[in-house]
């Protein structure tokens, strides 16, 4: 089974700054990452899928990166209503997994 | 507008069973795989059971292999979770959610609200 890795699992930030996390695969899964968005008492929200595609709606300052093992979600510029975790997702080969996830909050 | 709601949730005593349902509506049931994900108490999100769009394809997570069941219905637009000999590791949120195509291989776009198990004595 593909195992998924993500760092940091929390981090605090300032309004405006650029704000990047990673998440690694234990084995190569292509592009077939995608990134979600959980606020504090919602849903997950889809973000980016197929690596670096945004999802209808998702504001431009997220972006994705990376293929094979290694992916980046970034923000480009924190905003107050980002406070949330970020979760990635294998969905390359089942079993699907999910990363452990990285809670982010402003400083 | 596309919508899932899930239902049946509730308590159960430890190898009890329950059947959780998720009602679709809006888009062409068939044409879409679906999942489920489920969040226990203050941890991350758990990917559960996939099936594709026309059901030919399943797949579980090994934590629930051989004890809980996917299926889906697509004369009443609705997807199902049989889950048997239920433990109390299962407590958790149950999402139902949308694959953004027919292959199990889509990313999750459309989430339902989420139905309650918890399991106890």
């Known amino acids: 089974d593909i195992q998924m890795t993500q760092s940091p699992s929390s981090l605090s930030a300032s309004v405006g700054d650029r704000v990047t996390i990673t998440c690694r695969a234990s084995q190569g899964i292509s592009n077939f990452l995608a990134w979600y968005q959980q606020t504090p008492g919602k849903l997950p929200k889809l973000l980016i899928y197929a690596a670096s595609t945004l999802q209808s709606g998702v504001p431009s300052r997220f972006s994705g990166s990376g293929s094979g093992t290694d992916f980046t979600l970034t923000i480009s510029s924190l905003q107050p209503e980002d406070v949330a975790s970020f979760y990635c997702?294998?969905?390359?080969?089942?079993?699907?997994?999910f990363g452990p996830g990285t809670k982010v909050d402003i400083k | 507008e596309v919508q899932l709601l899930e239902s049946g949730g509730g308590l159960v005593q430890p190898g009890g069973s329950l059947r959780l349902s998720c009602a679709a509506s809006g888009f062409t049931f068939n044409n879409y795989a679906m999942n489920w994900v489920r969040q226990a108490p203050g941890k991350g999100l758990e990917w559960v059971s996939s099936i594709s769009g026309r059901g030919e394809s399943i797949y579980y997570a090994d934590s629930v292999k051989g004890r809980f069941t996917i299926s889906r219905d697509s004369s009443k637009n609705t997807l199902f979770l049989q889950m048997n000999s239920l433990r109390a590791e299962d407590t958790a949120v149950y999402y139902c959610?949308?694959?953004?195509?027919?292959?199990?291989?889509?990313?999750?776009?459309?989430w339902g609200q989420g139905t309650t198990v918890t399991v106890s004595s």
């Open positions: 997702l294998n969905y390359n080969t089942a079993p699907f997994t």
């Open positions: 959610a949308r694959g953004s195509g027919s292959s199990v291989r889509n990313p999750f776009d459309v």
